[in-house]
């Protein structure tokens, strides 16, 4: 993919997940991957290639309630990727 388009998923993505979800996200995990649990960066958040880069994503389609808390998950880039693209 793109750069470039990755780019624009990342900041459409801003837009999405109110920063507050993230962070409680982030403490409830510890700053892991929910679905491998390794360590992740939290500056490094989006940045492809960095060490402990990560994600957050849609567990299940959040078409009648928007995103909250319990239908989002923080991933590294790897298992996002595996399981969203
Ligand atoms: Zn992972």
């Not at 459409?12 to 360590?39: A, N, V």
């Not at 923080?74 to 969203?84: F, G, N, P, S």
Request: glycine share 10%.
């Amino acid at each position: 993919m793109l750069k470039l388009e990755l780019e624009r998923t990342f900041h459409d993505e801003e837009k999405l997940f109110p920063s507050g979800i993230i962070e409680e996200l982030w403490d409830k995990t510890g700053g892991k991957c929910m679905i491998c649990g390794k360590t992740l960066v939290w500056k490094n958040r989006g940045k492809r290639g960095s060490k402990g880069a990560w994600k957050i994503g849609p567990i299940c389609n959040p078409i009648s309630k928007g995103y909250v808390l319990s239908n989002c998950e923080i991933d590294c880039l790897k298992c996002y990727e595996q399981t969203r693209l």
